[in-house]
């Protein structure tokens, strides 16, 4: 899915100001957020499935490469998935390191990958400002 490194494909979604930009010596996509005095710091940038070319269905376990730029800063990350009755799961990720993890995140086996219709990828933060960076964005299928 190349639509996926591209940064213009993701919206905003955060309770400050979130901006994504593409870093082409990381080749991956750099999410940084500066949040107002006062609220509680999330990040869950969005990324819409262009179906049906960019179908689920079948998909088992979604994988990608993590860092961040705080690892202390991050409360949690979470892998939230929105099905197309408007139905979200929130799957927990390791927070990321300030150096490149796998991530590796098994869908739960009651849930079709077709009913996928949104991804968002994204942190409670501890800080006022925080970025994380994800690549390699790859889905597993089952035989």
Known sequence: MPQLVDPVNWRKNSSGEQTAAYDEDENALC???????GV??????????????????GARIIAFEAKSSEPKGIRQMLL???????????LKVNVPDTEWE??????????????????????????????????????????
């Open 80 to 90: 939230m998935l929105v099905l197309k009755n408007r139905k979200t799961l929130q």
């Open 31 to 37: 999410f940084t957020t500066e949040y107002p005095a």
């Open 102 to 143: 796998e991530c590796r995140i098994q869908l739960p086996p009651d849930i079709d990958g077709g009913e996928i219709v949104k991804i968002r990828l994204g942190i409670n933060s501890r800080r006022d400002r925080i970025s994380y960076r994800i690549r390699n964005v790859r889905f597993f299928y089952a035989r």
């Open 40 to 57: 509680d710091r999330w990040t869950y940038p969005e990324y819409t499935l262009q179906l049906p070319q960019e179908s689920l269905a």
